[in-house]
């Protein structure tokens, strides 16, 4: 299940208080003051791990706290720093101040380190404070408290083309034709509830990843359906795979399907809709072949697509145009710029 949102609580740990000491030892005598430093607060760090692909993990746990720092000692000894806590969430989170909605920071690679809360800082010993006119000086300060905030969390996956069009156009089954993800497939709408990934081999070690954007619909950018839960699925990809649905079930007029999604995609972002976009004409299959070149010749006609941009046909039930496909997504990230079929 991919939950994409999620609240947090950090709190990062206090720094140690500082020491009041007097040295004293055996022959000498006003041995002075030797108290140490307190160690400073851990700090709360957000990190990038490749191996998640949900927020799920932080839910049962919304509250995050690193230790705090050790008190400083006698003998000038400084306290230990408090541990870290590390926070792990998968690429492609954005992490918000809840309480201002400030975008603090954006986890898009592994390993990477984000300090989300920062740790207290050690109090002073008594030995700081010495001086030819203060040679004992009684005076030591408490460490300071760590940062404290509400985070809130939006996972973006993170992939190289993505999957759009109307419910049952046939994404989900192109995902299956691709790569070895299983997203649920039916005849019957919306039975993509969640963005799923897939990972597809290419010839010559190549790969691409692959998001399955669930259905939009008319007025997806304004909340209607499940469009407006996903679409910031979309802001991640970097090529965008208009499946088309040549022969919908319910006789509706694919060019009419095809202007719905892009006035959706501009509508919620201007931006997103200048994505490079490769067009799929899906389900080829059950087209008569008798049919099928006049329909697609009329299909590309009503488009109105530069000859560059000439959708493709496939059928990801029976992987007609398949490799083809993969070939153009691939060309089209090589290149910047849409790869044609003809």
């Known amino acids: 299940m991919l939950i994409d949102q999620a609240t947090i609580f950090v709190r990062a740990g206090k720094g140690g208080d500082g020491c009041i000491s007097f040295r004293r030892e055996k022959y000498i005598p006003k041995g002075g003051p030797d108290g140490g430093n307190g160690g400073k607060g851990g700090d709360v760090v957000l990190m990038g791990d490749e191996s998640l692909s949900t927020l799920l993990p932080l839910t049962p746990r919304p509250h995050y706290r690193a230790k705090k720092g050790i008190q400083g000692m006698g003998k000038s000894m400084t306290g230990a720093d408090g541990e870290d806590c590390i926070v792990k969430v998968p690429l492609g989170t954005l992490v918000f101040n809840a309480e201002t909605g400030d975008l603090l920071a ?39 408290p760590g940062e404290e905030f509400t ?84 802001e991640r990809t970097t090529v965008l795979v208009h ?58 006609g009503r488009l109105g697509l530069a000859r560059n941009e000439q959708p493709l046909l496939a059928s990801g039930a029976t992987g007609q145009g398949v490799r083809e496909l993969l070939e153009a997504c691939w060309e089209t990230l090589r290149h910047g710029e849409p790869a044609g079929w003809s």
């Open 243 to 300: 499946v088309l649905d040549i022969a919908p079930m319910d006789e509706s007029d694919p060019i009419s399907n095809y202007e719905t999604i892009r006035r959706e995609l501009y509508e919620y972002s201007s931006e997103l809709a200048e994505k490079l976009e490769i067009v799929v004409l899906n389900k080829i299959d059950l087209v008569p072949e008798d049919e099928r070149e006049q329909r697609v010749k009329h299909i590309v």
């Open 106 to 144: 954006d986890v898009s690679e592994s390993g990477q380190r984000v300090v989300v809360a920062k740790g207290g800082r050690g109090g002073w010993g008594n030995e700081h404070f010495k001086s030819a006119t203060n040679q004992t000086p009684r005076e030591g300060t408490p460490g300071e």
């Open 151 to 234: 985070l809130r969390l939006e996972l973006k996956l993170i992939a190289d083309v993505g999957l759009i069009g109307l419910p049952n156009a046939g994404k989900s089954t192109m995902l299956r034709a691709v790569s070895r993800a299983q997203p649920k497939v039916a005849d019957y709408p919306f039975t993509t509830l969640s963005p799923h990934l897939g990972i597809a081999e290419l010839p010559g070690e190549r790969r691409l990843v692959i998001a399955d954007i669930p259905g939009l619909i008319q007025g997806a950018a304004d909340g209607a359906g499940l469009g407006h839960d996903f679409l910031r699925h979309v």
